[in-house]
Every structure is written in structure tokens, then in C-alpha cells.
């Protein structure tokens, strides 16, 4: 009789909490949000979550507006994540499929049938909607400008950001995403410590140095977390460990086969991928130094990658180290520019970096490398880090200025750095003699991020302040 009694109580609680939503710190570890996810199209997003080490009956649903019905998920995957310095979890993956592309829709996640979490998310556009976009690099610093840079971000309504990079710091380990990257950008309200940005808007990255560098997991046993908690495209070149494109993984068998399990398909081949949103179309690359980007199958795939896509309008490249950079930091790294006469050839617009803690615009321009690069070993104040010097021939656009002339012959090279780290080459700022002839514009005294809005043809560029002031404005058109 008690236990029926009790079976009763239990049941009312359930569902007076399924009025008012339960505490989520009671179910999730982190609460849902937004991938673009491995089949990245118009009418699909998958739905993220991670709870405690017990596999449950979850489900979720969405609906296109309040009057029409919900619709089951087809089905929930889960991957069990057992690493050995950190407690047995699960992350959670629904496909949210189809939507309306450009639209609003509502979801709802059930555990038990019961209501758990709820939320309105925005799908992806179509090729002839506007939309807008973030962009903003090296924010995963925990740090009041990171917060305040988040804030921002979350009042620039945007239908999707992009990241370029050092998503996490120090190590890209679990711990360090629990610590400085969910409860800023995947907050459930607004609030001092965060924003609820990833449970309605789809996020994509590119990995930084602090994403994918460390290699050693008898050190670190839960870092390359990228790679459990991101869901990307899996379209970029098919890379091997000890190739020119992955370094060697260290670490026990134990720890590195804990590892393989956990990342399943995602590793190694996730960091480079491309993928079409609106009328763009994004090339997402991995420009970490242990990359050779000499070797030919990735010049190849990249080459492929932005002949295939010449029917979009626009198109996108986004990564870590800048090959463009006029700071004194990092300035070594300049490998990227071996890419730059591909990204001409094949019509790149923009390409978007960080690494470098501030922000830069190029004119755009044309670059022809002499040679392969010279390695370098140690850059400033760190005797570990390669750097590689391309020097070559550039050709600048000075005539377009983003008001007058929106016409750009070249690729525009922006550095968006500035989400939150230490700023990098403040005493740069007032000092334009300090900065490298390709570069327009330099602001390093404050942390910023990039908006971008496309209509079309017209594509408008601001950088916006932790404050919310507009530093920088160009318009693009075509
Ligand atoms: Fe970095």
C-alpha cells in the first residue's frame, strides 16, 4: 500500500514538474544545444546533451509553430564517454529533421515522456533567405571579456556562429569545457556568468592550438574533448595518425583506446570539413602547425572543395592561424599563406582567423608565395612553438573601401581574436607604421567580434565592441 502510495506521489511530482520544467542540474550535465551535425543540410540540426553515466529513454520532439503537431525525433543515439580522470558520462544526439529551412521551430526534450527541456531553435536558411552571422575566435577563456563579448553576441540575434578556434583553454579537456565554455555560451538564462546562445542557435568551429595540440593522454586523459562534443561534417580529406595532417597520439593503450571509443567517427578526420549555409559556402580548415599544408591531398581536397561549390554565392574560410597578421605574436606562424592562391582561384570572399588576440582587415589582396616556407623553430617567448615564414609577392586592393567601392578584387583576410583572451599588440593600436603594408585596419585595444549580414549580393561587415559599439563597418557586394 505505501509503495503505491508512494508510486502515486512520485507521479504527481513528475507531472506538476512537466508544468513548470524540472531543475535541468537534476538531468543534464550539460544542457541541449545546437551542431550543425555530420549530414549538414537546410532542413536538419541535431540536438546535443549530456547526463550521468545512465542510459535512459529520451526522446525528443519539434514542432514547426503552435499549431501544428510535434514530431518524434526518429531516433536518439548516445555515446558513452569513460576516460580515466573523469567520471563515466553520456552524450546524447537526436537528428531534428525536416524543418522548415529559415524558420523558428519549437523542441522539446523527454525523459520518460516527461518534459524535461524546452527551447526554440533557429534552422538553417536557404539559398535565397538573408540571414546573419557571427564570427569570433579564442573565447574560451573563462574571462569577464569573454562573458561580456558572449553578451553581445547573444543580442546580435544571429541565425548561426561560427567559431575560428581555441574554443577552450588551456588543454581542450573536459574539465576545461565544463569550466569555461557551457556555462558562458550554453547558459539556460541570461545571466552574470553566461548566455543561452547553443540551445537555439546552430554553432560551428574551426580547432585552435589549444583545441587539437595536445597529443599526450597520460597527461591529459580527457583532452581532444572536441572531438566528443562536437558534431561536423565528416567531408574533408580521410586522414591517418602520423600523417601530414595528424600528429601521433601518445598515452597508454588503455588511455588511447578509451579515446578511439569515445570519438568514434569524429577523429581524426574532423577538423577539416565544409558545409553550405544560405547562399555560402564554408570551408572550415585545420591550421594548427603539426598540419603540412605542402602536402598535396590537402591542397587537392580544398582545391575540389571550392571548385564543386562555385554555384554559391558567397564563399567562406574559416581557421585558426592567420597567414595575415601585422602582431608581433605569433607572427612566424605564417603557413596559411600557402593556401592563398587557391582561395583566389577559387573565388574566396573572406577568410576568417584568430589565434591572434585582436582584430585585423586586410585590403583585399593577391599573393603569390617564392617558395614552401622556412621552418622555425620557437616563436616569442616560447622556444616549442614552429612557425613557418612564407614570404611572397602581394597585390593590394586600395581602391575598394567598403562605402563607396564594394567591389573587392582579392580575398579579404580578417583576424576575429578578440573573444576574450588577453589582447595581443595593444601599443599596435595607435601605431600604424608597426603594421604590415596588407593591412586596413587594426584594433587592439578592446575585445570585439565580427557580425555579418547577407542579403543576396550585398554582404555588410561589423565589428562590434564588448561594449556594443560598431569599431569597424565595410559592405561587400557583388
Ligand atoms: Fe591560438
Redesign the pocket.
Known sequence: MQKIILIILTSISIAANAQTLPSTNDYFIVTPYLQIGAESNDTSLELLWHTKDTVSKWTVEFQQNENTSWIKSPKVFFNKINISNTAAFVVYNALITPVAAGNDFNYRVKLNGNIIFKSFAKAPKSFSQPYKFVVFG?IGAGSKSAKKIANEVYKANADMVAVT??IVYEQDTIADYRKVFWPIYNAQKVDSIGVPLMSSIPFVAAV???DADSRDLNKLPDALAYYYFWSQPLNGPIAKEGSPLVPILNGSEENKNAFYTAAGKHYPSMTNFSFNYGNAHWTMLDADVYVDWNDSTLKQWVIKDLENSQNMTWHFVAY?HPGFSSSIDHFEQQQMRLLAPIFEKGKVDIVFN??VHNYQRSFPLHFKPQNKGVLLVGGKENKNIRGRVVNGLWTLDKQFDGKENTKANGVIYIVTGAGGKDLYGVEQNNNPDSWQKFTNKFISNTHSFTEVLVNGNILQLKQIDANGNTIDNINLSK
Open positions: 579564442d578556434g581555441d585552435g592550438n589549444h585558426h584568430g589565434h
